[in-house]
């Protein structure tokens, strides 16, 4: 591999170049940085990266869920993606001697009208190839979590857990070992074909591509990779492109329970989701560090990265309530949203959908 090459950028400063370069070092970003590198090692390149530390946003804030595909349209790229890379998970994580659980999930009908689309939902995985699916009655469920109560359910075995931010961090150092760079503290802020003029003529015709970040370093590439999680509608209009679909956040609104209680708890419990909206609705997650997440209520949250209930952004606030895709989303979905935001308010009322599933959880067994 060759060294990273410096050229003079317009203000007189050395700026490196690069092959190909990534923005976004989540997940997404450098899984994607990894596989390049791989694929094209004479090549040369670089993730760049705004904060200081790598999968420090949706990476390091998901609930940690190695989904097995049973939800996905038979055919779909979203099926296909799903299976094949919980397998690929499960066979990095073992590699690189990742920690992960195969706790599974039980897919919970409760009401005698869930039970048709819970078998719809076993057909579906059966398409999708999902390993091990099953069906089990009310004997069968509370073998395999005592303290859950439901009419049937869809057994998952290999659906598992996982810290993503540790499988991004292990992504990170494969791309560093086969010569990759990673730039942290780089906001990308712009992007533009260099000029001719100020470009040289070699030089400029090999790395045509500027890159500024918000404190105006810059960096010169021949290809950008965009992956740029929450803000990809803004980098996609940067580079030139429709900013369309516009990105509204969403933020995952959880309970947890008390250390002591997290005995009632083994393994993933889901509701039978209705096709009719756009969540999975409440359910029981068990985490890598032990704990077990109760949720989520799915509420707008009023920033981009804003995982706190007072976290606000103008500029995205905004952006989202100024979006006619958001106010459609709201008026097809208006007494679900409502519910949402009123079991957000009032614990008592997060409780109550848990204790369909679990009747012994009680509002003093949970935390938020």
Same mark, same amino acid.
């Given at each position: 591999?060759?060294?990273?090459?410096?050229?003079?950028?317009?203000?007189?400063?050395?700026?490196? $170049?690069?092959? %190909?370069?990534?923005? +976004?070092?989540?997940?997404?970003?450098?899984?994607?940085?990894?596989?390049?590198?791989?694929?094209?090692?004479?090549?040369?390149?670089?993730?760049?990266?705004?904060?200081?530390?790598?999968?420090?946003?949706?990476?390091?804030?998901?609930?940690? %869920?190695?989904?097995?595909?049973?939800?996905?349209?038979?055919?779909?790229?979203?099926?296909?993606?799903?299976?094949?890379?919980?397998?690929?998970?499960?066979?990095?994580?073992?590699?690189?001697?990742?920690?992960?659980?195969?706790?599974?999930?039980?897919?919970?009908?409760?009401?005698?009208?869930?039970?048709?689309?819970?078998?719809?939902?076993?057909?579906?995985?059966?398409?999708?190839?999902?390993? #091990?699916?099953?069906?089990?009655?009310?004997?069968?469920?509370?073998?395999?979590?005592?303290?859950?109560?439901?009419?049937?359910?869809?057994?998952?075995?290999? @659906?598992?857990?996982?810290?993503?931010?540790?499988?991004?961090?292990?992504?990170?150092?494969?791309?560093?070992?086969?010569? +990759? =760079?990673?730039? @942290?503290?780089?906001?990308? @802020?712009?992007?533009?074909?260099?000029?001719?003029?100020?470009?040289?003529?070699?030089?400029?015709?090999?790395?045509?591509?500027?890159?500024?970040?918000?404190?105006?370093?810059?960096?010169?590439?021949?290809?950008?990779? $965009?992956?740029? #999680?929450?803000?990809?509608?803004?980098?996609?209009?940067?580079?030139?492109?429709?900013?369309? !679909?516009?990105?509204?956040?969403?933020?995952?609104?959880?309970?947890?329970?008390? !250390?002591?209680?997290?005995?009632?708890?083994?393994?993933?419990?889901?509701?039978? !989701?209705?096709?009719?909206?756009?969540?999975?609705?409440?359910?029981?997650?068990?985490?890598?560090?032990?704990?077990?997440?109760?949720?989520?209520?799915?509420?707008?949250?009023?920033?981009?990265?804003?995982?706190?209930?007072?976290?606000?952004?103008? =500029?995205?606030?905004?952006?989202?309530?100024?979006?006619?895709?958001?106010?459609?989303?709201?008026?097809?979905?208006?007494?679900?949203?409502?519910?949402?935001?009123?079991?957000?308010?009032?614990?008592?009322?997060?409780?109550?959908?848990?204790?369909?599933?679990?009747?012994?959880? @009680?509002?003093?067994?949970?935390?938020?």
């Amino acid at each position: 591999r060759p060294p990273t090459r410096w050229r003079r950028c317009s203000g007189g400063a050395a700026a490196a $170049t690069f092959d %190909v370069a990534v923005v +976004g070092a989540g997940i997404v970003g450098l899984g994607a940085a990894r596989q390049l590198v791989l694929r094209h090692p004479a090549l040369s390149f670089a993730v760049l990266e705004k904060e200081r530390q790598l999968a420090h946003h949706q990476s390091g804030h998901n609930s940690g %869920v190695i989904h097995s595909g049973i939800y996905y349209t038979p055919g779909s790229l979203k099926a296909k993606l799903c299976v094949q890379g919980a397998a690929l998970c499960y066979e990095y994580c073992d590699q690189k001697g990742i920690p992960y659980k195969q706790c599974g999930k039980l897919i919970v009908a409760v009401e005698q009208d869930e039970i048709p689309r819970l078998k719809a939902l076993y057909e579906r995985g059966l398409q999708n190839n999902v390993r #091990g699916l099953k069906l089990i009655g009310a004997k069968e469920i509370q073998a395999k979590e005592p303290f859950c109560r439901g009419l049937m359910a869809l057994d998952s075995p290999y @659906t598992g857990i996982v810290d993503y931010r540790q499988v991004a961090q292990s992504y990170a150092e494969d791309f560093q070992e086969a010569g +990759g =760079t990673i730039l @942290t503290d780089f906001e990308v @802020t712009d992007m533009e074909m260099a000029k001719e003029s100020s470009s040289g003529s070699e030089d400029g015709l090999k790395y045509p591509v500027i890159v500024r970040s918000s404190k105006g370093e810059e960096i010169y590439c021949r290809h950008i990779v $965009t992956c740029a #999680g929450l803000y990809s509608d803004r980098l996609s209009e940067i580079s030139g492109c429709s900013p369309e !679909p516009r990105i509204v956040p969403f933020r995952g609104d959880y309970l947890v329970l008390k !250390p002591e209680k997290c005995y009632m708890v083994k393994g993933n419990i889901y509701p039978v !989701p209705n096709p009719r909206f756009p969540f999975l609705g409440f359910h029981f997650t068990p985490r890598m560090d032990g704990s077990v997440w109760l949720g989520p209520n799915a509420v707008l949250a009023f920033k981009r990265e804003g995982y706190k209930l007072f976290d606000f952004s103008a =500029t995205d606030f905004l952006d989202a309530v100024l979006y006619s895709g958001l106010w459609k989303l709201v008026l097809r979905n208006l007494s679900y949203g409502l519910n949402e935001m009123y079991r957000a308010c009032f614990l008592s009322a997060q409780v109550k959908e848990l204790q369909k599933f679990i009747p012994e959880v @009680t509002v003093n067994d949970v935390l938020r």
